[in-house]
């Protein structure tokens, strides 16, 4: 089988969707398949799994307080302090791995 990618830039295959199902945010499901609108993989080796925080649920960039757009806000480091303390303390970024269900939008609030 061939690789297929997403606008996501995630790659995985036709059998990698197999038994997996899609879910609108409005709660409708459908089998996962690339032909959903908006179609976003979240198994294994997708870009949710690896780029965001199984503990927080930000993205990596958020647990370095020396980044960049740390520098440019106000009161950086101890907004990420203030910040990391919602969320159970500062810790180290754990990658969330991949989830069960898949992401598409089923067209429950129009196309326009």
Not at 77 to 100: C, Q, S, W
Request: aromatic share 10%.
């Amino acid at each position: 089988m061939t690789n297929k990618e997403d606008t996501m830039t995630t790659t995985y295959t036709e059998q990698d969707l197999e038994g997996r199902t899609a879910r609108c945010y409005c709660g409708s499901t459908a089998p996962s398949s690339r032909n959903l609108a908006f179609f976003e993989f979240r198994g294994e080796g997708s870009r949710e799994a690896s780029e965001t925080c199984g503990v927080c649920g930000f993205h990596e960039i958020a647990h370095d307080p020396t980044a960049e757009h740390m520098a440019r806000i106000e009161g950086g480091a101890t907004r990420y302090e203030n910040l990391m303390k919602r969320v159970g303390g500062i810790h180290d970024f754990t990658p969330k791995g991949g989830v069960d269900t898949d992401r598409f939008y089923c067209g429950c609030r129009g196309w326009d």
